[in-house]
């Protein structure tokens, strides 16, 4: 390992260690006192830095010396981690990093710190070799990422001129595979909701009312089963109505990238069998089709042993990834006329809606998207694939709307990373690509 490459980890690690947890209160100080850190950081680049105080937790925003006639560039990162639990499940601490099998062990290691940081330190060194930088650079740094960045939409339109670019790059993505730099040109939408079914006022004697009274957790059972048919299809009325179709160059091209296949997908998760809407391949199913899932169930008795109870109240959540065309607040609208229609009777449902964000697509053969692809095959040494992305990040399209920019989705992640999960890890190969992909790209750019 090189000296300078040590030291690269060493700003990296102390990045990691600090636990800034955005959806928790009792750690709001360590996401501040992880903001400050940055502010540190990009101020010893001597960059111009501004901590921006949020309803909830700062934005850092960071550029260099602007100067007319260039391009100018939108880094956008988020410096806050999920949660760590179930914490026994962890192999080393999650805020104590460590190096195992060539990987970085620790929550953030790849979503966002690791690849955020990869930026970070890109513009460092390029600025230390060669002065200065190829183009008017802005760093957008957020805390709330993981809680659906909520401040931010009133920031960017606050700031909109300040923050006026030409092209956005983000690396908070993945790579299909190891080895094989991926472009994202497209991210699913999400709505989410949380339904409440109620039955009696009480628990009750599962014996001596069973059979007489509604079972709410009957009545939540049925409800999810309601939201597929048996082949997998989503059942409810009109959700397929805006959904823009895939194109032919889409589905020869996905046909032939690696690490989608049905014998991956099922090496990565586990699971025992492909499942899913008849008609797709996975690698369609995952990035260009609408899904409904539930994530999370609850009620009645969950301890040890039985308990013969017939519970007054169950509850469901509920995700609803989007592609383009869809919206999120039509689908919230479809969603909840679909779980009215086919509550049980005897039992009272309410919906609450939760956070939404719409989907992203941008044509990945424009100037700038070429741009983006030369970056990584010079970094990686091999052509990218282009994808779109079964994951979310509305604050992308907001981005989009609001700064009418395009961003690059440059992933550095692996399909093991075990982002959101345990032992969340990164492997040093990326961090030390991305390092060199954020260097050459800044390059790239500028000649567009």
């Known amino acids: 390992m090189t000296e300078q490459l040590q030291e690269q980890l060493d700003d990296l690690f102390e990045f990691l260690r600090f636990p800034s947890i955005s959806t928790a209160s009792e750690h709001a100080k360590d996401v501040r006192a992880c903001g400050e850190w940055l502010v540190k950081k990009l101020t010893s680049m001597e960059l111009a830095v501004e901590l921006h105080e949020t309803p909830k937790h700062p934005i850092v925003v960071a550029r260099n010396v602007h100067q007319e ?9 988020h410096y806050d981690v999920q949660p ?8 080393s601490p999650p805020f104590e990093p460590e190096i195992r099998d060539g990987r970085i062990w620790g929550r953030g290691s790849t979503d966002n710190k690791g690849q955020m940081m990869a930026h970070v330190l890109g513009v460092q060194q390029m600025l230390e070799e060669k002065g200065e930088l190829p183009v008017n650079l802005i760093f957008l740094f957020e805390g709330e990422e993981e809680v659906g960045s909520p401040s931010l939409v009133p920031f960017l339109e606050k700031h909109k001129a300040d923050l006026a670019c030409d092209i956005i790059a983000v690396s908070d993505t993945g790579m299909v595979a190891r080895g094989v730099p991926t472009m994202g040109y497209g991210l699913r939408g999400i709505a989410c909701c949380e339904v409440t079914v ?34 997998g299809k989503i059942a409810i009325d009109g959700f397929y109505d805006d959904v823009k179709p895939l194109e032919n160059w889409e589905r020869e091209m996905w046909a032939q990238v690696p690490g989608v296949a049905a014998k991956d997908i099922l090496e990565t998760t586990g699971s025992p069998e492909i499942f899913g809407e008849p008609g797709y391949t996975s690698a369609e199913r ?3 089709r609408p899904t409904a899932e539930v994530n999370g169930i609850g009620s009645g008795y969950q301890g040890e042993g039985s308990k013969t109870v017939l519970p007054a109240e169950a509850m469901a959540k509920f995700s609803f990834r989007l592609v383009p065309d869809q919206e999120p607040k039509d689908i919230a609208k479809k969603v909840e006329a679909h779980l009215m229609k086919h509550t049980p009777a005897g039992v009272t449902l309410e919906v609450e809606v939760g956070h939404d964000g719409k989907p992203y697509y941008v044509d990945p053969n424009s100037a700038f998207g ?8 010079i970094a990686f040494g091999k052509k990218p694939v282009l994808i779109r992305e079964g994951g979310s990040i509305p604050i992308i399209k907001d981005m989009q709307d609001i700064l009418g920019a395009d961003s690059l989705l440059l992933g550095l992640a692996l399909p093991d990373c075990q982002i959101h999960a345990p032992n969340e890890n990164y492997y040093i190969e990326n961090f030390e690509g991305g390092i060199k992909m954020s260097q050459v790209l800044l390059e790239e750019l500028a000649k567009v």
Do not use: C, M
């Not at 006639?69 to 990162?77: A, D, F, M, Q, S």
């Not at 760590?84 to 192999?91: A, G, N, R």
């Not at 070429?370 to 095959?377: D, H, T």
């Open 69 to 77: 006639g260039r391009k100018t560039v939108l880094i956008y990162g």
């Open 84 to 91: 760590v639990d179930p914490v026994e499940l962890w192999d």
């Open 198 to 231: 109620r039955g009696p006022s009480g628990d009750l004697h599962s014996g001596l009312y069973g059979g007489a009274v509604a079972n709410p957790a009957t009545a939540v059972a049925r409800l999810v089963a309601s939201l597929h048919d048996g082949d």
């Open 286 to 288: 995952l990035w260009a």
């Open 370 to 377: 070429k741009a983006g692809q030369a970056a990584l095959e």
